[in-house]
């Protein structure tokens, strides 16, 4: 059966993302270390964020409901990002 598509959703392959030309100072390392800064920004006021929660949270449950939301999304946001870099 022909098709206009560039992909089939049966054979397995996936479509090919269209490609971006970066401007002159925005280049994948410096992408990557513009993430890592961040990362490690984000890192620290992670880490005094979860002891506040330990600490003045009282050990109710929405305190482990809304930590490991926030842990879950961080790691889905952050995993999308380095993906998008490691495209281009």
């Not at 560039?6 to 390392?29: K, M």
């Not at 620290?44 to 009282?58: D, E, Q, R, T």
């Amino acid at each position: 059966m022909p098709t206009d598509a560039p992909y089939s959703l049966f054979d397995g392959s996936l479509f090919s993302l269209p490609t971006i030309s970066l401007s002159f100072f925005i280049n994948p390392t410096a992408l990557f270390v513009i993430l890592l800064l961040f990362f490690i920004f984000y890192l620290i006021l992670s880490i005094i964020l979860m002891y506040h929660w330990s600490a003045y949270g009282m050990r109710s449950p929405g305190i482990l409901v809304g930590e490991t939301l926030f842990i879950s999304v961080s790691l889905v946001l952050f995993m999308i990002s380095s993906l998008a870099i490691f495209y281009f």
